[in-house]
């Protein structure tokens, strides 16, 4: 039964990504650019994100355990590494040059468009590779 929640919570993310246009590399490659042909309605995808994540965040804390699960699995790391920095700005420049965030590539595998299905082997090799590091 969890695992069909997890189906339907998943797909309920995915058709979101698609409604907001962050499946869509020009629209996210026109929010970043703030010369020709900005695009800021990603903003409000944005904000409206952070808002209901703010109320969920308010109502879980006052909750001892998970709806699907025995405890909560909060990350407890306070410091700010050079592998994080270096993560970090590695994860930005690649969705910056490409337009595409690893959810929404996700996402896009289903359009069956060889870009995505490149973009999305190059991350599995991204992680393949900072494992080994």
């Given at each position: 039964?969890?695992?069909?929640?997890?189906v339907?919570?998943?797909?309920?993310f995915?058709?979101?990504?698609?409604?907001?246009?962050?499946?869509?590399?020009?629209?996210?490659l026109?929010?970043?650019n703030f010369?020709n042909q900005?695009d800021g309605?990603?903003?409000?995808?944005?904000?409206?994100?952070m808002g209901?994540?703010m109320l969920a965040w308010?109502?879980?804390?006052?909750?001892?355990?998970?709806?699907?699960g025995?405890?909560?699995?909060?990350?407890?790391?306070?410091n700010?590494?050079p592998?994080?920095?270096?993560?970090?700005?590695?994860?930005g420049?690649?969705?910056?040059l490409s337009g595409?965030?690893?959810?929404?590539g996700?996402?896009?595998?289903?359009?069956l468009k060889?870009?995505f299905?490149?973009?999305?082997?190059?991350?599995?090799?991204?992680?393949?590779?900072?494992?080994k590091v």
């Amino acid at each position: 039964m969890t695992a069909v929640i997890h189906v339907i919570l998943g797909f309920i993310f995915g058709l979101g990504l698609i409604i907001s246009g962050m499946t869509n590399p020009d629209k996210v490659l026109n929010f970043l650019n703030f010369q020709n042909q900005w695009d800021g309605s990603l903003i409000i995808v944005m904000a409206v994100a952070m808002g209901i994540m703010m109320l969920a965040w308010f109502w879980v804390a006052k909750k001892d355990k998970p709806l699907l699960g025995e405890t909560f699995t909060l990350s407890d790391v306070k410091n700010i590494s050079p592998r994080l920095i270096t993560g970090s700005v590695l994860f930005g420049l690649g969705w910056g040059l490409s337009g595409i965030c690893p959810g929404p590539g996700l996402v896009q595998l289903a359009s069956l468009k060889m870009e995505f299905w490149l973009f999305f082997a190059a991350v599995l090799g991204g992680m393949w590779i900072a494992k080994k590091v």
